[in-house]
């Protein structure tokens, strides 16, 4: 029994899901550091910031990167810091309390430098810029999970803000890249760990709540103020009150959708033109009121018109009216998470740079690109048909 009480103390333990971000050539912080150490809340430590400097002084100096002397000037660099000061006194040590790690890291602007070099110029310097420094809003962390993380991993979004209510379950690790560690961990802290650890001076509010009609207006208007908003939310009327705030502070909605394999990218420019129709008038005339009531079969008959059923895949066809008999709910695939993830992060960027954009949907079909003779008449015609029986199904 011992055994069994004992772990149950242990998995009540709460854990910190914000990174401690320590300055050693500041008195405070280093004795925060003693302490921690004197504690044993540190048990793993990682310090490749010889390496980094490396690197640092490479991205600064890419002329030299193929002279002969490259190797020797590098050294002289790194050796000049260290005669400044120890270099354990040099940029910045990052304590990860949820795995008791500590990490040696350069100062903000020298690891941002260092982390997007291999972006340029795919991206350029002032393309990264803003997309870095905007602030970005993600409500739903399945999808929105994937897409905080190619996000970050492209360099921006400095400031975001994440809002779920769920947890992660079992079932949900087959679309959200997240460990079983993880399990019972609500999203938004799952989320925002994984962000952090990619990049330690982001800045993150967490809405562990999800969003609701009293909480919507801080979510947009709060500062900072959101420069853009990610919509992965399953709830209908939420997404009423996503588009109304959009709408209000003039600002673009980006949303996926997986289908199948596939994914749908829908884009609505209330930033352009506030009197874009919700949803591009897909829905019709829709308000939180009417969809706050409207039962599962309301619900799935509404999604189903705003995906359209003739973009939906036969898979999927056949999946919806298996739910609640053989399968839970509407079939999901991570990779289709991960591909919407890329092609959200892909709008979100374009758009804070003012670039050109589709300003209303697109279809990004594996099946088509990569299927022999998926447009040859015999598979369009039994499309076709099973897009009329699956109509049947919802009565459209």
Known sequence: MEIEKTLLEKSKI????????????LD???????????????????????????????????????????????????????????????????????IST?????????????????????????????????????????VGNSVALAIVLQG???????????????TNTNR???????LGVRKVEVTARQIY????????????????????????????????????????????LIREEAKKNRIAVVMAADNGDNGLVDIERYDLNPETPFFHGRMGDVSYEKLIGLDKMGIGKLIVTHIGPETVTNRVHESMPQIGRTIVSWPQLGGAALLN????????RKILNGQPLENNRALISLDEKLI??????????KRKVSTENFKKIFGL
Do not use: M
Request: glycine content about 4%; proline content about 5%.
């Open 14 to 25: 709460p854990s910190s899901s914000k990174p401690d971000i320590l300055d050693l050539s």
């Open 28 to 98: 405070a912080d280093s004795e925060k550091l003693h302490k921690l150490l004197a504690d044993d809340e540190i048990t793993h430590v990682v310090d490749d910031y010889q390496e980094q400097l490396r690197e640092l002084f490479a991205v600064k100096n890419p002329s030299k990167v193929f002279a002969p002397t490259f190797k020797e000037e590098t050294e002289n660099f790194i050796s000049n810091l260290a005669k400044e000061k120890d270099l354990s006194r040099h940029g910045k040590w990052v304590y990860f309390p949820w």
């Open 102 to 142: 500590l990490v040696h890291i350069l100062d903000e602007t020298d690891f941002q430098l260092v982390r997007t070099a291999r972006n340029k110029n795919l991206i350029n310097a002032e393309e990264q810029e803003k997309f870095y420094n905007a602030t970005i809003g993600i409500g739903g962390l399945s």
């Open 156 to 170: 921006g979004g400095k400031r975001i803000k994440l809002a779920d209510f769920d947890a992660l379950a079992l």
């Open 176 to 182: 959200v890249r997240a460990g079983v560690e993880n």
């Open 197 to 240: 650890q990619i990049n330690p001076y982001t800045e993150i509010e967490l809405f562990p709540e999800g969003l609701t009609k009293e909480n919507i207006s801080q979510f947009f208007s709060g500062s900072p103020k959101l420069d853009i908003v990610i919509d992965e939310l399953d709830n209908l009327a939420v997404k009423v």
């Open 341 to 348: 993830g890329s092609a959200v992060a892909y709008c979100v």
């Open 372 to 381: 022999p003779n998926y447009n040859s008449p015999e598979e369009i015609e």
